[in-house]
C-alpha cells in the first residue's frame, strides 16, 4: 500500500500526548488533584465515544479542552456545592513552599493567582501555561475575544498588584517556570 492509500491517522492515538495538559487544565478548574483526575478520565471517555463529531484537521487539545471544561462545568452546576475555605486555611496546608528562594517563589504566586477571579485564572492557565491562542481561548470559553484579552490583561495586572511589581518590574527575576509562562505568555500575547 502506498503512502498515498494509507488512512488518515486515527487521533485516538494522540490521546495519550493531550494527558498532561489536561491533567494541568483540569486541577487548575478543580484544585484538586483527584477531581481533576476523575474530571480528565471522563473527558477522555466522552472524547472516545464523540470522536465522530471530531472534525479531522482540526485543533484536538483545543477539542479535548472544551470537552474538559464544559464537563467541569455541567457537574459544578448539577451538584451546586463547593467546600467552604474562605480563610484559605485548608488551601495553604495543601501547598508545600519551595526549596529555593527566588523573587518570586511560587508559593507567592499561587498564593496571588488564587485571589483571581475563576473566569481569570482560566484565561491564564489557557492563554499562558498553555500556549492557546485568545481566538482559541474565546472559542473555548464560549466568549468574545476581547473579552479573554481583557480578563487576561487584568489577571496580570492584578498578579502584578498583589505580588508588589510595579508595570511588571521584576516580573520575570526569580521567577519559576510555571509562573513565568503563565505571565511572559499572556503578557505577551497582549501586545
Known amino acids: 500500500m502506498s503512502g498515498a492509500d494509507a488512512p488518515p491517522p486515527d487521533p485516538r492515538e494522540e490521546l495519550p500526548d493531550h494527558l498532561p495538559a489536561l491533567r494541568a487544565f483540569a486541577i487548575s478548574l478543580t484544585r484538586d488533584a483527584t477531581q481533576a483526575d476523575d474530571l480528565v478520565q471522563d ?3 466522552k472524547a472516545w465515544s464523540n470522536f465522530d463529531k471530531f472534525t479531522p484537521g482540526s485543533n484536538l ?11 467541569f ?9 463547593e467546600v467552604p475555605d474562605p480563610d484559605g486555611i485548608h488551601t495553604a496546608g495543601l501547598y508545600e513552599k519551595p526549596a529555593h528562594d527566588g523573587r518570586l517563589a511560587f508559593s507567592d504566586f499561587q498564593t496571588a493567582f488564587d485571589k483571581l477571579t475563576p ?21 473555548m470559553t464560549g466568549v468574545a475575544v476581547g473579552t479573554v484579552k481583557s480578563r487576561a490583561n487584568r489577571a496580570r495586572q492584578k498578579l502584578c498588584e498583589l505580588l508588589d511589581l510595579k508595570d511588571g518590574e521584576g516580573m520575570f527575576s526569580g521567577v519559576d517556570g510555571a509562573a ?3 505571565l511572559s505568555r499572556s503578557r505577551t500575547q497582549a501586545a
Do not use: C, D, M
Open 73 to 81: 462545568f455541567s457537574a459544578k452546576r448539577k451538584t451546586k456545592r
Open 43 to 45: 473527558t477522555i471517555v
Open 119 to 139: 473566569e481569570q485564572r482560566e484565561v491564564l492557565i489557557l492563554v499562558g501555561a498553555s500556549g492557546f491562542s485568545y481566538e482559541e481561548a474565546a472559542e
Open 61 to 71: 487539545r483545543a477539542w479535548l479542552f472544551t470537552i474538559l471544561r464544559n464537563t
Open 180 to 182: 513565568g509562562a503563565v
